[in-house]
């Protein structure tokens, strides 16, 4: 039997009293603030992080001004191994509240619709949630129904600290150096923004922030995002007939106007959209935030074309109105950059392999902090957590999903000082 697997064979994990505790601190992120991070209480799990870390024996944990976790597990082999780094966000999503998180152990599941006790009417069923299938006879965790879980991304967390224990537990497992990276607003796109690179010195990285058992995420969509201004024509009411053009109208005239078939609610696997997130505004003047996606850059390309055909287009019958389309980059599809260093990927698949799990190579429709981290120079592929259902009240994930997770951490840091 593999060294590690008969090690894990004997360890109590950690993993889900540290999940248990991380969910019922409130870290969710906002769009609208101008601050860094977005949250001061993000700050809050990043200091407890910070005092398990040293408590565990490392030393040089810190979180600094922004919010960001950094420590360092030193290396135990000679070799001269490359220095990876692990990552996961502290925030949870601005979609669903996460205050006063109730975190509930439905164990030993067999199947049954999971009916969560302070809203009845939220049901996590296999129906609508299939990968419940997959889970018969392991421990379920829930919110209560009127929060999310906060699995996206504290399994991720969790997973990376009892993984980083246990390495600690077992000097024989050899490895170089490992660097630990959590981050706060991911969840709003601002992840990596502030990042110090000097500060997490490595060359290769891997976000623990997938769904699935045994999945790896090499590739993302590329992403934009727009801003539409529009100018409109007001008048007062009583006196506005063939005089007043609503900026309000004019918005709705053209979110009504986009390609039915380019809608997040329309597509699925690889295709893109444009997808409106927010309007705000009044008859003189109104803003539309607008997200676009596809996995290439023409594509993604052609999706800010279409918006700004679609706002010409409606701007032709409002003389008196203008309106201007600003588009900006977000993150581009990682797989750009992992296919130069396919080793990254390919000892991934290596370590879930060693942990008894059947790897599948998976695109994700959204982005992680590797996507823009593999741009910065950081090759980062995305790795399983187990979380399912994210950004909703019917979040869950399962206890012996994360604790391969954290099996297949260890197994890859010890593959690369093998391979080294």
Same mark, same amino acid.
């Given at each position: 039997?593999?060294?590690?697997?008969?090690?894990?064979?004997?360890?109590?994990?950690?993993?889900?009293?540290?999940?248990?505790?991380?969910?019922?601190?409130?870290?969710?992120? #906002?769009?609208?603030?101008?601050?860094?991070?977005?949250?001061?209480?993000?700050? @809050?799990?990043?200091?407890?992080?910070?005092?398990?870390?040293?408590?565990?024996?490392?030393? @040089?944990?810190?979180?600094?001004?922004?919010?960001?976790?950094?420590?360092?597990?030193?290396?135990?082999?000679?070799?001269?191994?490359?220095?990876?780094?692990?990552?996961?966000?502290?925030?949870?999503?601005?979609?669903?509240?996460?205050?006063?998180?109730?975190?509930?152990?439905?164990?030993?599941?067999?199947?049954?619709?999971?009916?969560?006790? +302070?809203?009845?009417?939220?049901?996590?069923?296999?129906?609508?949630?299939?990968?419940?299938?997959?889970?018969?006879?392991?421990?379920?965790?829930?919110?209560?129904?009127?929060?999310?879980?906060?699995?996206?991304?504290?399994?991720?967390?969790?997973?990376?600290?009892?993984?980083?224990?246990?390495?600690?537990?077992?000097?024989?497992?050899?490895?170089?150096?490992?660097?630990?990276?959590?981050?706060?607003?991911?969840?709003?796109?601002?992840?990596?923004?502030?990042?110090?690179?000097?500060?997490?010195? &490595?060359?290769?990285?891997?976000?623990?922030?997938?769904?699935?058992?045994?999945?790896?995420?090499?590739?993302?969509?590329?992403? #934009?995002?727009?801003?539409?201004?529009?100018?409109?024509?007001?008048?007062?009411?009583?006196?506005?007939?063939?005089?007043?053009?609503? &900026?309000?109208?004019?918005?709705?005239?053209?979110?009504?106007?986009?390609?039915?078939?380019?809608?997040?609610?329309?597509?699925?696997?690889?295709?893109?959209?444009?997808?409106?997130?927010?309007?705000?505004?009044?008859?003189?003047?109104?803003?539309?935030?607008?997200?676009?996606?596809?996995?290439?850059?023409?594509?993604?390309?052609?999706?800010?074309?279409?918006?700004?055909?679609?706002?010409?287009?409606?701007?032709?019958?409002?003389?008196?109105?203008?309106?201007?389309?600003?588009?900006?980059?977000?993150?581009?599809?990682?797989?750009?950059?992992?296919?130069?260093?396919?080793?990254?990927?390919?000892?991934?698949?290596?370590?879930?392999?060693?942990?008894?799990?059947?790897?599948?190579?998976?695109?994700?429709?959204?982005?992680? +902090?590797?996507?823009?981290?593999?741009?910065?120079?950081?090759?980062?592929?995305?790795?399983?957590?187990?979380?399912?259902?994210?950004?909703?009240?019917?979040?869950?994930?399962?206890?012996?999903?994360?604790?391969?997770?954290?099996?297949?951490?260890?197994?890859?840091?010890?593959?690369?000082?093998?391979?080294?």
């Amino acid at each position: 039997m593999n060294l590690i697997n008969e090690k894990f064979n004997q360890y109590s994990y950690t993993v889900t009293d540290r999940f248990i505790k991380y969910v019922q601190i409130d870290t969710q992120s #906002d769009p609208n603030s101008g601050s860094f991070p977005s949250t001061e209480k993000q700050k @809050n799990l990043g200091k407890l992080l910070v005092e398990e870390l040293k408590q565990m024996g490392i030393s @040089n944990a810190e979180i600094d001004e922004y919010g960001y976790v950094y420590a360092e597990l030193p290396a135990n082999s000679s070799k001269k191994v490359p220095t990876i780094f692990f990552c996961a966000h502290m925030d949870t999503s601005p979609d669903c509240s996460g205050t006063d998180v109730k975190p509930i152990i439905h164990r030993n599941y067999q199947g049954q619709d999971i009916v969560l006790p +302070d809203d009845p009417s939220q049901v996590i069923s296999s129906k609508n949630h299939p990968e419940l299938l997959n889970q018969i006879g392991n421990d379920i965790i829930t919110a209560s129904g009127t929060t999310l879980l906060g699995a996206d991304n504290k399994a991720g967390v969790a997973e990376i600290m009892d993984a980083i224990h246990f390495l600690l537990k077992h000097p024989e497992i050899k490895h170089g150096t490992v660097k630990i990276l959590f981050t706060p607003d991911e969840e709003i796109g601002r992840g990596t923004d502030k990042i110090n690179l000097e500060k997490l010195n &490595a060359q290769f990285g891997y976000t623990i922030d997938g769904e699935t058992l045994g999945h790896i995420e090499n590739e993302t969509f590329s992403a #934009d995002a727009a801003v539409v201004k529009i100018q409109g024509y007001s008048t007062h009411p009583g006196l506005a007939k063939n005089k007043m053009e609503n &900026a309000l109208k004019i918005a709705a005239e053209i979110i009504q106007s986009l390609p039915k078939d380019k809608a997040p609610e329309t597509t699925e696997k690889k295709e893109p959209f444009i997808h409106p997130t927010s309007i705000h505004g009044n008859i003189d003047y109104t803003e539309i935030n607008f997200i676009l996606r596809a996995f290439d850059d023409k594509t993604l390309l052609e999706m800010g074309d279409i918006l700004k055909h679609t706002v010409n287009h409606v701007l032709k019958n409002f003389p008196r109105s203008k309106a201007d389309v600003k588009i900006y980059e977000q993150y581009r599809n990682m797989k750009q950059v992992l296919d130069k260093h396919p080793f990254v990927v390919d000892y991934a698949i290596e370590a879930i392999k060693r942990t008894g799990i059947e790897p599948t190579l998976h695109s994700v429709r959204g982005g992680t +902090d590797g996507s823009r981290l593999s741009y910065m120079g950081l090759p980062c592929p995305n790795i399983f957590a187990g979380e399912h259902a994210f950004h909703s009240k019917q979040e869950w994930v399962s206890v012996q999903d994360m604790q391969k997770a954290v099996k297949t951490i260890v197994h890859l840091v010890s593959i690369w000082e093998e391979k080294s």
